[in-house]
């Protein structure tokens, strides 16, 4: 017959033993989870410290650039914004004797820096051409691409011409007009206005003209 004392005593230590494993268990379970905790902390913590680093680096570059280079980024800006000119255009600008007499490198720093959509600056060129001197597409492309006009690249000024909201016929009209006024014949505005020398209208629109004049 088994002692009821034995059979005690073993279900205390049965009981002492799941105790100990739940103890030992909870441990692992609070050093796993502050672990975690830790590393999120020091990828906070990381990630602020690689923030303030960027932002000291470049707080330190920006003042090792001289106040020259800063003026003409500001012009550079300025010219953009205001003028709409092309990349070739406001460097010509800035070091030009007549114009801003920047050094070629403080130029040069403000060309690289600037952020502009040249693109967009030869639309709003094209446009005013259009509106005010009511040119052709093609006058218009020169224009833009003449190194002694608004110097913007071929790509530039293609991406003018062919996102340009214009009516060429009356373009083509509104010179013929003008010409008429300073009484030349039908056939000599005609030619003006095809000629490549001249306005540079196509056929059909220089036809247009001649037939809506007055």
Do not use: C
């Not at 268990?25 to 680093?53: F, H, M, R, T």
């Not at 259009?130 to 691409?145: C, D, E, F, N, R």
């Amino acid at each position: 017959m088994k002692d009821p004392n034995q059979k005690a005593n073993t279900t205390k230590k049965g009981k002492k033993k799941w105790i100990i494993i739940a103890a030992i268990a909870l441990i692992i379970i609070v050093a796993i989870a502050g672990g975690g905790s830790g590393e999120d902390n020091d990828s906070d913590s990381a990630g602020e410290n690689s923030s303030a680093v960027s932002e000291q680096k470049n707080n330190e570059a920006d003042s090792n650039v001289p106040t020259e280079y800063k003026s003409a980024l500001k012009k550079a800006e300025r010219y953009s914004d205001t003028m709409h000119m092309s990349k070739n255009g406001i460097y010509d600008q800035l070091t030009s004797e007549y114009g801003e007499n920047f050094s070629a490198e403080a130029a040069q720093y403000a060309i690289d820096n600037i952020s502009a959509d040249w693109n967009k600056n030869a639309l709003k060129n094209a446009e005013n051409y259009s509106k005010t001197m009511h040119m052709s597409k093609a006058g218009i492309y020169k224009q833009l691409t003449s190194e002694y006009g608004e110097k913007f690249t071929a790509e530039e000024a293609q991406y003018a011409v062919d996102n340009i909201k214009a009516n060429w016929n009356e373009n083509a009209l509104k010179k013929a007009k003008s010409y008429q006024e300073m009484d030349m014949s039908t056939n000599a505005i005609y030619n003006q206005l095809i000629s490549e020398y001249g306005e540079g209208f196509t056929p059909e629109e220089a036809q247009y003209a001649i037939d809506h004049l007055q």
